[in-house]
């Protein structure tokens, strides 16, 4: 198994360095973080792993392709492929069990913008390649609106946002007309952030009602460490007990190493470890491992 998914990681890099072009140009890979999940039985971490994930970056640090791995069969089951202009984002493909599914083109209004203002979202299936909306977003004060129209160009959703000085979302209201949903089914979202004196994030309320599911609200608590990094995640019920939590351990540089999850309880149920990968030439003939 370990064999076989260092084979297929090579042959990623090289199609995330080539694409198609017809969707986008060829990519750099100058770094690829790869997350392993390693086996938990009876609460005791196993030595067996697989790979479920990889970011792949390249020189300018510009994350262009990301890709979810199935354990159970050592082959990539979905990814993502961003195109970029500068910093900006300019098209993002969507691809579900090998099958583009989703393709999304970005404008901006300027070149130093972090944000679009405008969106084209195209949908494809198996012989069939259609427009599902295009979306005009504009800022008014801590509000951002997002008017969105379809194919022939009526109306299909309205979101509003609202966004705290930290940057974070506290509200989403979606109205849509029928036949029309954003791509990530938000139809409401109500957060309520708490920060501490140094403005990091350390408590949350999360309401969120989707078109096609009912409400969900998550309480979360977070701890950092001495150096200000995110320590623990901590997920609480309604009486504010603890459901499950997360502890990250992180490399002298900072580098985010490994996250276990716990049950009430404190046993382990779950565990991710990240590997920090540089490759210095073009070819990728030579990776080196990174102690960050």
């Known amino acids: 198994m370990l064999q076989k998914l260092h084979i297929g990681a090579a042959l990623l890099l090289s199609m995330a360095a080539q694409a198609q072009p017809a969707l986008r140009p060829p990519q750099n890979v100058r770094r690829v973080v790869v997350t392993f999940r390693y086996e938990v039985r009876d609460g005791q971490r196993l030595p067996s792993s697989c790979v479920v994930h990889q970011l792949i970056s390249d020189s300018l640090g510009r994350a262009h392709t990301e890709l979810d791995w199935d354990c159970a069969t ?26 583009l599914c989703l393709w999304q083109t970005f404008g901006y209004a300027s070149p130093a913008d972090s944000l679009p203002s405008s969106e084209r979202i ?14 005009a977003y504009s800022q008014r004060g801590s509000s951002r609106i997002a008017v969105a129209k ?97 502890t990250m351990d992180y490399s002298a540089g900072g580098a ?24 210095p030439s073009n070819n990728r003939q030579q990776r080196i491992v990174e102690h960050l």
Not at 77 to 82: G, N, S
Not at 212 to 233: F, I, K, S, V, W
Not at 236 to 242: E, N, V
Request: some cysteine; aromatic content about 10%.
């Open 74 to 99: 050592g082959e990539v089951r979905d990814y993502v492929w961003h195109t970029f202009s500068g910093q900006q984002v300019m098209a993002t493909h969507t691809f579900r069990n090998g099958q």
């Open 122 to 135: 195209v949908r494809v299936s198996p012989g069939d390649t259609a427009l599902y909306a295009t979306i």
């Open 150 to 246: 379809g194919p022939k160009g009526q109306r299909a959703w309205t979101a509003k946002s609202t966004y705290d000085t930290h940057g974070n979302e506290l509200s989403r209201r979606v109205r849509a007309k029928r036949g029309f949903v954003p791509p990530d089914s938000i139809a409401e979202l109500r957060r309520a952030p708490l920060y501490d004196a140094q403005g990091r994030l350390c408590a949350e309320t999360i309401v969120s009602q989707r078109f096609d599911g009912p409400q969900r609200t998550q309480r979360l608590a977070y701890t950092h460490n001495d150096r200000g990094l995110l320590a623990e995640r901590r997920q609480l019920d309604a009486q504010g007990r603890t459901i499950e939590y997360e």
């Open 256 to 279: 985010l190493k490994t996250i276990s999850k716990h049950n009430a309880q404190g046993v382990l149920i779950d565990y991710h470890f990240k590997r920090y990968e540089l490759y």
